[in-house]
């Protein structure tokens, strides 16, 4: 070998040792944002960590899984490899044995001999429960106020899974939609602006999971996610929102970010294709759980309320016909799965999705309000309270035809339930299709945090959810001022829908509200 060949080569070897003793060594690390489970099946959890390092060199990583908290009995561990490019989140999906199914379990990552908190969490049964009890929430926003009901529903140990149907997080920056009182209570966001970048996206989910409630709630419980608009941008469709202008790039590759920072951060079981975030899951034959995607793939864009107007005037007729105009929501190869996967062999089927699905119509109220009472935003849609037409263009009323689409898929079941977030008010509604045959009911979740009807309308909001029920009579109750989640037991031939609210959002120092259930009998409104 020649010299100059052989100086080269030792100088490989030197760097090749560099690598591997950075790659072994004790640099100090440590698990900051928590631990987290997600996507049970009958067999397999996926749990999460992300780890908080100096450097960008790639790392080992053990995790491991018992039934025993101590850990003195090892059901599943493994080895894996952290890494710059998936800003150090470890996700795991992991294999376990089917004599541990539906038992609690616990998991937790060991880096450098320091190990993560310990998480809690189990699989999905395979026989039928005689109850099964889940949380269903959405809505999150950071500075608006504390996250309380995630606090209580990691607290509530009859709890075995929570669905969080979106909006799990907010893009605006700190002087953004409902930041009024963050400074105040120090929530204020990171980073303070708008979030465009891969980096945004990650500091923002980075800044939610240091939030000692939600990282409560992860350690606790499985959580099946799936995302709605702000995990993107407010009101976006599949090229496009509301809140997307032209000087902040391309919309497709601020997506991208969003997409790629969501599947890091959360324990979510990824796919070839991450768009098609649509999954399902089995409960034994009690229930069949469908998370559909709304809003990101195959989305057209929605009618602009604003542009029926002229003036003080309203184009009601051009408005209602062009609602009747073929746009996707859903999408004809998510229906097409919906249908092939749909089973009537299960006693209920529940669909979780981010939108309100129940036809719903702008009541008389709003057209008596003081108009200067109320932001300037609102002054056109208080003008047609008792016109008896659907306002939400970005709900399901947005999309009509596809609605009698889903409806007819669900007529297949049992018995149907949609769950919805989105709306920050709390709804139930019994569900039919164009001919007035029973499909199902509809059972929409309050905020977590987010604004609802009584920061915008404050003592007249209890009129107004009265005004509400009035004017749309397939609705058989609404509350838009609790904040909290809702929990649904599951039976055979019933279930019970509670909607559970915390009395503050704005303080640590807070009582749980309990008093509004329902009970929905299999195959029968309510």
Same mark, same amino acid.
């Given at each position: 070998?020649?010299?100059?060949? #052989? ?31 997600g996507d049970p099946t009958h067999d397999r959890v996926i749990i999460w960590t992300k780890i908080t390092k100096d450097t960008n ?78 949380? #269903? ?24 899974? /929570? ?62 996610? /799936? ?23 391309? #919309? ?30 089995? /409960? ?24 029926? #107007? ?85 709900? $399901? ?29 709390? $709804? ?12 199902g009911v509809e059972i929409a979740a309050p905020s977590i945090s987010s604004p609802n009807s009584v920061d915008i309308f404050g ?17 058989? $109750?609404?509350?838009?001022?609790g904040k909290g989640f809702v929990k649904l037991s599951i039976e055979s031939n019933q279930i019970e829908a509670r909607f559970m609210? /915390? ?24």
């Amino acid at each position: 070998m020649k010299r100059r060949s #052989f100086i080269k080569f030792l100088g490989l070897i030197s760097v090749f040792n560099t690598k591997l003793l950075s790659q072994d060594n004790n640099e100090k690390v440590s698990f900051k944002h928590g631990v987290a489970s997600g996507d049970p099946t009958h067999d397999r959890v996926i749990i999460w960590t992300k780890i908080t390092k100096d450097t960008n060199i790639k790392i080992d990583v053990n995790w491991q899984v018992s039934n025993k908290k101590d850990f003195s009995n090892i059901i599943s561990n493994g080895k894996t490899k952290s890494h710059s490019s998936n800003n150090f989140t470890v996700k795991i999906d992991a294999k376990i044995p089917l004599k541990h199914n539906a038992e609690s379990i616990y998991y937790r990552f060991i880096v450098n001999n320091i190990f993560s908190p310990i998480g809690k969490t189990k699989t999905l049964p395979t026989s039928n429960p005689d109850k099964f009890n889940l949380a #269903f929430c959405s809505c999150a926003n950071y500075p608006a106020g504390f996250f309380n009901a995630y606090r209580e529903i990691a607290l509530d140990d009859d709890i075995d899974l /929570v669905l969080h149907l979106g909006d799990y997080l907010y893009e605006y920056g700190a002087d953004g939609y409902a930041t009024e009182d963050a400074k105040k209570l120090n929530r204020v966001v990171n980073p303070i602006t708008e979030i465009i970048s891969l980096d945004d996206y990650r500091k923002r989910h980075a800044l939610y999971k240091t939030d000692k409630d939600l990282q409560l709630l992860h350690s606790s419980k499985p959580m099946i996610p /799936v995302w709605d608009d702000h995990e993107f941008a407010n009101d976006s469709w599949k090229n496009g929102a509301e809140n997307h202008s032209y000087d902040e790039g391309y #919309f497709s590759t601020r997506k991208a970010n969003a997409l790629k920072a969501y599947y890091e951060w959360m324990p979510i079981r990824e796919s070839n294709s991450k768009l098609k975030i649509w999954r399902k899951f089995e /409960v034994g034959t009690l229930f069949q759980l469908f998370m559909l995607d709304t809003r990101s793939i195959y989305r057209d864009k929605q009618l602009n309320f604003d542009n029926y #107007f002229k003036g003080d005037t309203f184009n009601k007729k051009q408005y209602i016909k062009d609602l009747q105009k073929k746009r996707n929501l859903v999408g004809k190869e998510q229906f097409k799965w919906l249908d092939k996967n749909i089973n009537n062999s299960f006693k209920w089927s529940v669909i979780g999705q981010q939108i309100l699905i129940s036809p719903t119509v702008l009541p008389k109220i709003f057209s008596e309000l003081d108009k200067n009472s109320f932001p300037k935003f609102l002054h056109k849609y208080l003008k047609i309270g008792g016109m008896d037409i659907p306002y939400n263009t970005d709900s $399901w009323d947005g999309y009509p035809r596809e609605r009698n689409k889903l409806f007819n898929i669900l007529s297949k079941s049992q018995s149907s339930i949609v769950l919805t977030g989105d709306t920050h008010n709390s $709804w139930i509604s019994n569900l039919y299709n164009d001919m007035q045959n029973f499909i199902g009911v509809e059972i929409a979740a309050p905020s977590i945090s987010s604004p609802n009807s009584v920061d915008i309308f404050g003592s007249r909001t209890e009129d107004i959810d009265k005004d509400f029920i009035k004017h749309n009579k397939n609705l058989k $109750w609404t509350n838009g001022s609790g904040k909290g989640f809702v929990k649904l037991s599951i039976e055979s031939n019933q279930i019970e829908a509670r909607f559970m609210y /915390v009395s503050s959002i704005k303080s640590k120092q807070y009582r749980l509200i309990d008093t509004n259930s329902f009970t929905i009998n299999h195959s029968k409104p309510i």
